[in-house]
Every structure is written in C-alpha cells, then in structure tokens.
C-alpha cells in the first residue's frame, strides 16, 4: 500500500517544488517506487522532472475530471527514476470546474487509490494557497511534509497551516497528520537562522527532520536543465542532503 505525502506550506517561495522533484528521486535512488503528483498549475515540478508541460495529454487536469486514468496520465522521469502526474495552466481551471462535482475534495484520491499497490510513496506538490487543488491533496495524504526556511515570516505561515491540517484532519481525513518540518535553504551563518531552527526543534520536537537542506547554486541550477538537482549534481552538499532526508523519511514511514 503506496504512503502518499503532500509537500505543503501556504507560504510561497519556500521551496515546496524543489523539495518535491529531489525527495521523489532521492527516494527512486534507494530504491522506493515513487509517483510524483504535481498539482500546480505552474507545472514546474513536472518540467523540473524533465517532462515537457506543453506535451501532456491528459495531464492531471484530465485526472481530477474523472477524464483519464492515473496509469493513462504518468510519464517517466527518466533521469530521476519516478512516475510523474504532470501539470499545466489547463489546471488553473479545474479550480472552478470542480466546485460542482460530486466528491470534489476526493477526487485525487479516488484516482491514485487504483495505483495504490504499484508505489511505495507518493509525493504531491501542492500551490502555495488553500485552494481545491491543495485540499484534494490534503485529503488523499496519509501526511504532510512541510519544508521551511528558518525566518520569522514561516513561523507565522507554519501556524496558519497547522491549523489548516487540523481542520481538514477534524473534517473530511481522519488520516491526516504533520509527518515533518524541513528546514530548507538553510544557511548556518545567520544566527537569525540558527534561532528559529532551535525554536522549531524546542516546539515540534520529533517532527523536525533531523536532516537540514542548506542553500545551494546548484539545486537552484537543475530545473534550466529539466533535471532533478540530486541527478545533475549527485556530490553538491545539497543533493546530499535530499537523499540523507529521502532516507529519514522512509525511515519514519515505516514507523508510522
């Protein structure tokens, strides 16, 4: 049975796409069988995965819609070693297309309940809001990873999501908890850094990731080149740290 997780944060910018597209093939690299859901819009984990957004048809748009299959939709990403559910701007409109359907927040989850027994891990990159996109994410999730910088402005962000899951938990998925926090883009130089990363760790104990993604140019560089940064620089310190981290995490799924 595949454990699907959403990497989340209503805040922008926090690097929800590279954590995604990295995780996916750090895991693919220890051997997990991985689908990477996108659910942007956007489409950038999709291309950042070396699928061309412009070539899809279906694209997870058709999915949602109940118009293809999850095994009619994926695409390989060859280098990273995963499963893709690609994503382009035709997604923007299911927004308002799947506010009249029946099941609507469930619909994601049907669809990838078919493929349940052909993956270890799904991962879902969701937009930066609480839209009917990132809800059908949270409700076909067993958890949610939640990658963050470590500055004032994601303290205030990681309360309103935590009260989000909470709420969606109460609500429409009794499954749903925070499996980890990740600090992302981290430099240890600023001591502002160095004082929410311990504020994090006093708060949330255990659910902070031991593993810490530092900022790095070259996890920056590989999505210009449709590449996974842990494929196109398999020796930066920050490839390094996403397949140390895609090991913590099947580490902590396994204790789930």
């Known amino acids: 049975m595949a454990k699907i997780f959403c990497i989340a944060n209503q805040k922008g910018g926090v690097g929800k796409t590279t954590t995604c597209v990295n995780l996916a093939a750090g895991l693919?690299?220890?051997g997990q069988r991985v689908l990477l859901v996108d659910l942007d819009p956007q489409g950038n984990a999709t291309m950042g995965s070396g699928v061309d957004k412009r070539s899809l048809d279906?694209?997870?748009?058709?999915?949602?819609?109940?118009?293809?299959?999850?095994?009619e939709t994926r695409r390989r990403s060859e280098l990273g070693g995963y499963d893709v559910l690609g994503a382009n701007r035709e997604l923007a409109g299911a927004e308002v297309e799947l506010v009249g359907l029946d099941g609507r927040e469930r619909r994601l989850k049907d669809a990838l309940a078919v493929v349940d027994a052909e993956y270890d891990i799904v991962l879902v990159d969701c937009p930066p809001s609480l839209s009917m996109l990132t809800l059908n994410g949270l409700c076909s999730a067993h958890?949610?990873?939640?990658?963050?910088?470590?500055?004032?402005?994601?303290?205030?962000?990681?309360t309103d999501l935590v009260n989000t899951i909470k709420q969606v938990h109460g609500n429409l998925n009794h499954d749903l908890k925070v499996i980890g926090l990740l600090r992302v883009m981290f430099d240890p130089r600023i001591t502002l850094q160095q004082q929410v990363a311990d504020q994090l760790k006093a708060?949330?104990?255990?659910?902070?990731?031991?593993t810490v993604i530092p900022r790095n140019v070259r996890l920056a560089e590989a999505p210009s080149y449709g590449q996974p940064g842990v494929v196109f620089d398999p020796h930066a310190k920050g490839a390094q740290a996403y397949v140390e981290c895609a090991r913590e995490m099947v580490a902590r799924v396994k204790a789930l």
């Open 28 to 30: 693919a690299q220890i």
């Open 58 to 71: 279906p694209s997870v748009y058709d999915v949602l819609l109940g118009n293809a299959t999850v095994a």
């Open 143 to 158: 958890g949610v990873l939640v990658p963050m910088q470590c500055e004032y402005y994601a303290l205030e962000g990681l």
């Open 203 to 210: 708060h949330f104990g255990d659910k902070v990731f031991n």
